[in-house]
């Protein structure tokens, strides 16, 4: 089976700080995964995702996360938060079989303080 | 850019009562996803589509669930007798390709479901 852990359900960050953002996963087999962040009254906007090859993906917005098979991880980070930040973000793995259901961990709130 | 849309946004019903949530994915997806969000907890799977039938369902989708896609653009998700526990948020995704293992699916804004 996949799961998803997120740590820290609520993470608060100065404007103009990093912003990382823990994402742990379990796997039998090569896992695809994803960072989805969700506005308020928003849906689920894909940040990037890793499927194969580069360890360090790139996504919107400025953030970027590192596959780390050996750590079974792939946190979130941005050098510097905005404002417009402020949001809650999804970590997610595909699940085993081929009809590409995500399995999601909790979630974490970020806020960004002025 | 296209998008996905859920109707109603929000859904107020009584115990026992049917509801239909409603979809349209982006016109050239071919894979379709429900989820649903019950407040303070994880998104959880509840069911994909494909080629008009049901490819997989999770635990939660039982006899009271149901998904059609009746008209090659609406995509629905009905539950038969609602109960307090289906109160969630309910998510609808799209996905464009056939191996959906990788592919991206953009949510929908979600339909908020209150069961009395």
């Known amino acids: 089976a996949q799961s998803v852990t997120q740590l820290g359900s609520h993470v608060s960050v100065s404007e103009g700080a990093l912003v990382l953002l823990r994402c742990n996963y379990s796997?039998?087999?090569?896992?695809?995964l994803f960072w989805y962040v969700q506005y308020p009254n928003q849906g689920l906007q894909l940040l990037l995702k890793?499927?194969?090859?580069?360890?360090l993906v790139k996504g919107i917005n400025g953030f970027e996360a590192e596959f780390k098979k050996s750590e079974t991880s792939f946190h979130l980070t941005k050098p510097s938060a905005h404002m417009s930040d402020a949001a809650e973000y999804f970590c997610?793995?595909?699940?085993?079989?081929?009809?590409?259901?995500?399995?999601f961990g909790q979630g974490t709130t970020l806020q960004v303080k002025p | 850019e296209p998008e996905v849309t859920q109707t109603p946004s929000h859904q107020v019903t009584q115990m026992g009562q049917e509801v239909i949530l409603r979809c349209v994915p982006i016109?050239?997806?071919?894979?379709f996803y429900w989820y649903r969000q019950i407040l303070g907890q994880k998104v959880e799977f509840l069911v994909s589509?494909?080629?008009?039938?049901?490819?997989?369902k999770s635990e939660i989708f039982d006899d009271q669930f149901s998904v059609e896609r009746p008209d090659g653009s609406n995509f629905t998700l009905k539950i038969r007798s609602t109960k307090l526990e289906d109160s969630a948020m309910y998510f609808c995704?799209?996905?464009?390709?056939?191996?959906?293992?990788?592919?991206?699916?953009?949510f929908g804004p979600g339909t908020r479901l209150l069961v009395l």
């Open positions: 995704a799209s996905g464009k390709s056939a191996s959906g293992l990788q592919e991206t699916q953009y």
């Open positions: 796997s039998s087999v090569p896992p695809y």
């Open positions: 890793y499927t194969t090859g580069a360890t």
């Open positions: 997610a793995v595909s699940g085993s079989g081929n009809t590409g259901k995500l399995i």
């Open positions: 016109s050239n997806h071919l894979y």
């Open positions: 589509f494909y080629n008009n039938e049901i490819s997989e």
